[in-house]
């Protein structure tokens, strides 16, 4: 059977407002200078206590722990907003058909936790399409390998017939660690150059050159 797992935000999602927007409450909280969006673009995907260090590197365990906390806070509070939108990328729900129509089987590698993804499954319907699901909760962080090699266990997939799609370089290096085929999508957060440079052995440009990527695995 073919593996093939997927990243979450930036890759299914388009959730970088959200992100973007949690970030600024939990700063404003605690009257620091917000960081600038594309700085905190560069951090998702990461374990977010690692994503919120990045973000103030100056700052002590005890500040990133307590912004961890108000960021959580944040976005659960936003989640609950009306006029919150969080959209699959254009194409997501036929890629995944796809898949399933031949055969593949699917996964979830992501830096969100376990309660977070559970939000996204729940608003897209999407649960019943994953037969792995690797969170911040279940694995060590990307790009450690930990959440692909779990995957792999859990469905008796070999690497070679394994594909991770996500759209930064922690996705392609995690894949690249795991010798599973790594590819870039272009609609994400880190540009392609980056994501070649990672490991990446394509990049695509749409959700309906998935099939063909992973078909040959």
């Known amino acids: 059977m073919k593996l093939v797992v997927f990243d979450v935000d930036g890759t299914l999602i388009d959730s970088q407002h959200n992100i973007v927007a949690a970030v600024v409450d939990a700063w404003r909280a605690e009257g620091l200078p917000e960081p600038r969006p594309e700085v905190i673009r560069r951090n998702i995907g990461l374990p977010l206590l690692e994503a919120i260090a990045a973000l103030i590197p100056e700052g002590g365990e005890a500040l990133h722990l307590h912004l961890t906390e108000l960021y959580k806070q944040a976005f659960a509070a936003n989640r609950r907003r ?106 994400g957060y880190h540009e392609a150059d980056e994501l070649i440079k990672a490991g990446a052995v394509q990049v695509l440009r749409e959700f309906s050159e998935v099939s063909g990527a992973v078909g040959d695995l």
């Open 82 to 187: 009306l006029d919150y939108v969080e959209p699959l990328f254009p194409g997501a729900l036929e890629a995944l058909d796809a898949l399933e129509s031949e055969a593949c089987l699917l996964g979830i590698a992501t830096g969100k936790s376990r309660r977070g993804l559970e939000a996204v499954f729940e608003r897209h319907q999407l649960a019943h399409r994953f037969i792995t699901v690797q969170t911040a909760d279940d694995a060590l962080g990307k790009p450690n390998p930990d959440m692909l090699l779990k995957a792999m266990a859990e469905t008796g997939a070999e690497a070679q017939r394994t594909a991770m799609i996500g759209d930064t370089w922690f996705d392609m290096q995690m894949a690249s660690a795991a010798k599973t085929r790594a590819i870039g999508v272009g609609w």
